[in-house]
């Protein structure tokens, strides 16, 4: 595709349940970040993966949370026990391995927990 | 521990007006400093980065060590500039995990 496509693009969802919310990068890309914003807020790192791997999983609030990439390309976020405080937008970026390159955002994933 | 500083939530001027949006940060080492737009409906996206010291539809921002400031300035603002606008902190190794300010919302009025 011509940029990062994350899916859906709007989820609700009941306090408790589990939710995976899906990243395509661009292709080619070898970095993956994800980051959470929630209203008012400037965007919150959460996990950045190089190739298969999680690189830096320093933001992931809690052991509810927790994101793969098995095959260098697409990515899932899982929340378990889903919480009213997780609703928020997850952004999903990508970078090329030359250097330091620029990011590029998809459009992000809208979850509510009600 | 690195963090960003945006201090206007909000800022409006009018068209033709110059504007500055804020932007202080800290961290000890050697920072990579950029700044993101958000324009309505759309995704965000790469503004400028301080170390390519270009000028981007008609932006500037020069990355000052001393005062740890990176603020972004136009000399005449332009009503499609309306947008939000976040300053970033890259740790400046490889990987970008940035630290993202809580940004700014410019509005311009005609």
């Known amino acids: 595709g011509a940029g990062v496509s994350q899916t859906p693009s709007n989820k609700v969802t009941e306090k408790g349940k589990y939710v995976e919310l899906r990243c395509d990068p661009i292709?080619?890309?070898?970095?993956l970040y994800w980051y959470r914003q929630s209203l008012g807020q400037g965007p919150e790192f959460l996990i950045y993966?190089?190739?298969?791997?999680?690189?830096?999983d320093s933001g992931l609030p809690n052991d509810r949370f927790f994101a793969v990439r098995p095959e260098g390309s697409v990515s899932t976020l899982k929340i378990q026990r889903t919480e009213r405080g997780d609703s928020a937008v997850y952004l999903c970026?990508?970078?090329?391995?030359?250097?330091?390159?620029?990011?590029?955002f998809g459009q992000g994933t809208r979850l509510t927990v009600v | 521990a690195q963090r960003v500083t945006q201090p206007e939530k909000l800022l409006s001027v009018f068209k033709g007006a110059p504007v500055e949006l804020k932007c202080n940060y800290s961290?000890?080492?050697?920072?990579?400093l950029f700044w993101y737009v958000q324009y309505s409906r759309q995704r965000l996206q790469l503004l400028l980065r301080?170390?390519s010291r270009e000028s981007i539809k008609g932006f500037t921002a020069d990355l000052n060590k001393g005062e740890t400031s990176f603020h972004l300035k136009k000399p005449f603002a332009q009503e499609e500039d309306s947008a939000m606008y976040y300053c970033?902190?890259?740790?400046?190794?490889?990987?970008?995990?940035?630290?993202f300010g809580p940004g700014t919302r410019l509005s311009v009025l005609p």
């Open positions: 292709s080619g890309h070898t970095a």
């Open positions: 301080h170390i």
């Open positions: 993966f190089q190739g298969t791997g999680a690189a830096d």
């Open positions: 970033a902190l890259s740790r400046g190794d490889y990987g970008q995990n940035f630290v």
């Open positions: 961290y000890s080492g050697s920072p990579e």
């Open positions: 970026a990508s970078s090329s391995p030359e250097g330091r390159t620029e990011a590029f």
